[in-house]
C-alpha cells in the first residue's frame, strides 16, 4: 500500500523534519529507524533545489515518501519540487480555499490542474512512457498539504480540505498558538478548540488531519481525537536529544 493510501485510509503516520542537514543518506537512516515520511523544511531551512534534488533522489530509490514544506506558492517553486521527484508539497500559512486551489493548479497536470509539461526528469524516472498514462499516474501519486497555522486557516479548514487536490492538513501549533494570544502554550482553550475545529473540518471532508510537534504527550492527546498525520521533532532536535541521552548514561547522571 502506498503512503497517499495509508493516508487516505486514515492510518496513522509519523515523521519528522530535515531542518538544516542536506546529507542525502539521513532518508535512509529515517527510513531504517521506522519513520514513515520526511518533511524537508524550505520555509525556516536554508535547502537549495540542488539539496533537495539530492535529498529526494536517495529517498525514492528506497521508497521513502519525502515531503517538501515550500516557502510559498509559485509555479516555480512548487513545479522545480515536484520535478525534482518530491512526493508532496506542505505549504506554511495556507489561509484560505483560494490559497489550496492554486497550490493544485501549479502543481497537477492537466484536466486538474496547469502544471508545466517535462518528463525527461526524476519524478518519471527518466521513462515516462506514453504522455497521457503517464500525467494521469502523476496525479495519482502526488500529495499536497494545507498547514493550518493562523485563526484566518483555522475559520476556513473545511473550505481549505474540500478542494480537489488537498491531500490533508497540518496543524503549525507554534504560529497557531501566537495568533490565539497564548505564545509557546498548547494547553489551552483556544488551541483546544481551535485544533477540535481542524479534526472536524477534516472528517467532515473526508481528510486526514494532523499536527507537527515535539511532544510525544501533545501528540498522543490529538491522535486520540482523531488526528492520523504526525511530524514528531527535527533530524536537530532528535540529535541533541540523543546526544543527551547518552551523556547521562555514560556519566550515570539523572
Partial sequence: MSFKERIQNNEMVLGAFLSEIPAPNLTRLMQAAGLDYVVVDCEHGYFDYSQVAALAAVAGGVGFPLIVRAPHISRECIQKYL????????????????????LVRFGKY???????????????????????????????????FAQIETVQSVEN????????????????????????????????????????????????????????????????????????????????????KGIQAMIKDVKGTK
Avoid at 520535478?83 to 492554486?102: F, K
Avoid at 490542474?113 to 503517464?134: A, C, D, F, Q, V
Avoid at 473545511?158 to 503549525?172: H, M, N, S, T, Y
Fill in 110 to 144: 492537466a484536466p486538474q490542474g496547469e502544471r508545466g509539461i517535462s518528463t525527461m526528469r526524476p519524478h518519471s524516472n527518466y521513462n515516462p512512457g506514453k504522455l497521457s498514462e503517464y500525467t494521469q499516474k502523476a496525479n495519482g501519486r502526488t500529495m499536497f
Fill in 157 to 240: 479548514a473545511q473550505r481549505i480540505a474540500a478542494v480537489d487536490g488537498i491531500d490533508g492538513l497540518f496543524v503549525g501549533p507554534n504560529d497557531l498558538a501566537c495568533a490565539l494570544g497564548c505564545t509557546g502554550n498548547f494547553d489551552t482553550p483556544e488551541m483546544e478548540a481551535a485544533l477540535a475545529k481542524v479534526v472536524a473540518a477534516g472528517k467532515a471532508a473526508g481528510k486526514p488531519t494532523g499536527v507537527i510537534a515535539s511532544n510525544p504527550a501533545f501528540l498522543r492527546h490529538w491522535q486520540a481525537q482523531g488526528m492520523t498525520l504526525f511530524s514528531c521533532d527535527s533530524e536537530l532536535g532528535l540529535l541533541k
Fill in 83 to 102: 520535478d525534482a521527484g518530491v512526493d508532496g508539497i506542505l505549504i506554511p500559512m495556507l489561509n484560505t480555499p483560494q490559497q489550496a486551489e492554486e
